[in-house]
């Protein structure tokens, strides 16, 4: 039986690099631009946690009364393995949203853009109806590219967004790159449960791609990553290249997704995906205040 101790740990493998890389690797632009405003950037960082906080339990939930989670090789779930009750993590979840509502809503009053408003609620419900509701898009393939754009675009550009109040190519090309690794933490997570997703019936991009195409899209996922690292520091300073060196934290995961790691061999990869992505964030953001 699952303990709370392992699913936090299981959480924070996802939650950490996830809501932290988009933030900062936002606000190095927006240093760069010389419009860093550390409140708001603190308050978008919450916003980020709280929503993925928030998607963790609400994937607890929802799998663990589906069943989903009766075989799984990776961090026992909190329903499926009868930890917690539903109750009690669907509450965990709603809590999780409120908090990213309440600091997103401070965000718009500090702003004073209301039409910020919209998009709090369009990420509040893609995070919700991921695996929950009657045709969660999440069992449909559709994972990666949720992770892609709320934890990776809109959260990378919303952030610069909110500091400077205008959102530049190369806030773009840093929501590539964090949305391509947060995507890349998503495939390691899916490619390691494929067996166990494909007969529950959860149509994860890796159980329709397969074993070896899914490995592909990985590494070619880091490469994107890697290319949006590149634009970034091509559209504001050369010195948020040092993002690449901790993207090479990257490499060793690279080799054992493309060499066959199967089961618990790839929790390792996913924790060196998540690993890569902090690290490459910190060193746009380094970076960006050497430059």
Not at 188 to 208: E, I, P
Request: proline residues 3%; positive net charge.
């Amino acid at each position: 039986m699952a303990t709370v101790a392992d699913w936090v740990e299981g959480a924070r493998i996802r939650t950490l690099p996830t809501a932290v890389a988009p933030v900062l690797a936002g606000s190095a632009v927006a240093w760069h631009a010389g419009s860093f405003a550390p409140g708001r950037a603190a308050l978008a960082l919450l916003v980020a946690l709280a929503l993925q906080v928030g998607v963790n339990y609400a994937n607890d939930y929802s799998d663990g009364i589906r069943g989903t989670d009766a075989d799984r090789v990776g961090p026992q779930r909190l329903v499926g393995s009868g930890a917690a009750s539903p109750r009690s993590v669907k509450a965990a979840a709603f809590t999780g949203f409120g908090v990213a509502a309440v600091a997103g809503l401070i965000l718009v009053v500090l702003t004073a853009q209301w039409w910020l408003l919209v998009v709090g609620v369009a990420c509040i419900l893609a995070a919700w109806y991921y695996t929950g509701g009657r045709r969660p898009y999440g069992y449909a393939g559709l994972g990666e590219v949720f992770v892609f754009v709320f934890f990776g675009l809109i959260a990378t550009i919303g952030t610069t967004y909110v500091q400077m109040l205008s959102a530049p190519p190369a806030a773009l090309a840093a929501g590539v790159f964090a949305g391509a690794l947060a995507s890349a933490v998503l495939v390691a997570n899916n490619l390691r449960d494929r067996a166990g997703d494909a007969l529950a019936g959860k149509r994860t991009l890796a159980v329709r791609l397969g074993d070896r195409h899914t490995r592909l899209f990985y590494a070619g996922l880091i490469a994107l990553g890697a290319a949006g690292i590149v634009a970034a520091a091509a559209l504001t300073s050369w010195w948020l290249l040092l993002g690449l060196a901790g993207l090479a934290a990257a490499v060793v995961p690279v080799r054992a997704v493309l060499g066959g790691a199967q089961g618990r061999e790839l929790i390792v990869a996913l924790k060196g995906t998540g690993v890569a992505e902090l690290a490459a964030s910190l060193g746009m953001c380094a970076g960006a205040v050497i430059s």
